[in-house]
């Protein structure tokens, strides 16, 4: 159905902005924060009232970059130092550490944990502050583009812009529209997951590595936040209940000394994990983040992907918004074969990770070689756009002979 027009067909309505948001999380709050670096008028529609409460709160050193870009500036109440990751199987009682600064030369030696509810708070203030408008509580009812440029209606009112970015994560709401979202289907499909408050995440040691726990049909993770709290939570590849949890990880002898006497929080379920945007782009539109492609999260790679992959749509967008180019229906090619790497590279680690028994040998083993495991690592690191990794080409070539679906 067409949007809503004015009385007077020949009349444009006018303008709200250049550059219209939907979603102010990570990705959405990067792109606003940049355009508005560059001049541009930029108008920010967020469903949620913030703080709200996400998982995915380990970022990876492939982001830092994006970090400094902002001008965001690490807190002790938000970020928690990572060196890098540890992999542990219980059941065999073997695990071991990759260091982020054993990868290959380029990307930064470290990343963070963070809460998540104040590092968007933190990164939409930011926006704000460079001159993004954002608004709070507009639940969006239809999106899209039309001849004289982007609209999207909302519950509480209509916006129209000269671009339409959509960042609405898993409601993923330019790809529902369009009849555009293709599942992965070899990947994890729910999570469960909960907090703790007051426990023991000194035990981690004093680099605080994201523990990978190793199980059938899945993963599982330890996250340790801000103020003693952890955030522990599985993912598998079929249904799953809240029992799961109690009855897998935090049964475990890792879980319980970490638990021990600690204040549990509220069990959370979800699900509609992964899947590729198919049209992730148009003439006056572009959707980023999970929005465009939600991997399974086991190797941190979605908050990292999406606020690279804002930066990186900036770059394009904004000359072309400059030069009134950004109707081209093309505009967007290079950047998204550029994305597409990125994503078929964790999507191909994540197929090896499920279905064969690559986890042992490359995360518990110790033969794999030094050159391997520093590329191994490059990957973990998010470091992703690079073509001098050999592990890296490696998983692109196992991706291609799949033929599996890919985010462009």
Known sequence: MPPPRSADPAAPEARDADVIIVGAG??????AGL????????LVLEKHEF????????????????????????????????????????HSDRQQAFAFRDALPGAAEHAWHVDRARFDMQLRDRAVSLGARVQHGEAVTDLGVDADGAYVQTQRARFRGRYLIDTSGQSRLLARRNAAVEPYTDFGHCAVYTHYRDAHVDQLGPD??????????GWGWIIPLPDRRLSVGIVTKGKVAKTDLDDGLLSGPLCTRLTDGATRGETHVVGNYSYANKLPSGARFAAAGDAACFLDPVFSSGVTLAMRGAADLVDVLAPAL??????????????????????????????????????????????????LRRGVMSVLAGDVWRHDNPFQDMLLSARRRRSAPTAN
Do not use: Q, W
């Open 26 to 31: 990570p990705g959405g709050a990067t792109a």
């Open 35 to 42: 355009l508005a670096m560059e001049g541009f008028d930029v």
């Open 51 to 90: 703080p709200r409460e996400k998982i995915g709160e380990s970022l990876l050193p492939g982001l830092m970059p994006v970090l400094e870009r902002l001008g965001v500036e690490p807190a002790e109440e938000t970020y928690v130092y990572k060196r890098g990751a540890r992999f542990v199987c219980e």
């Open 208 to 217: 605080f590595d994201i523990r990978i726990m190793l199980r059938p049909d």
């Open 322 to 371: 400059r030069e009134r180019r950004e109707d081209d229906p093309a505009l967007l090619a290079d950047y998204h074969r550029s994305m597409d790497r990125a994503y078929r590279t964790f999507a191909g680690l994540v197929e090896r990770f499920y279905n064969s028994r690559f986890a042992e040998s490359y995360f518990l083993g110790s033969g794999i070689g030094e050159d």
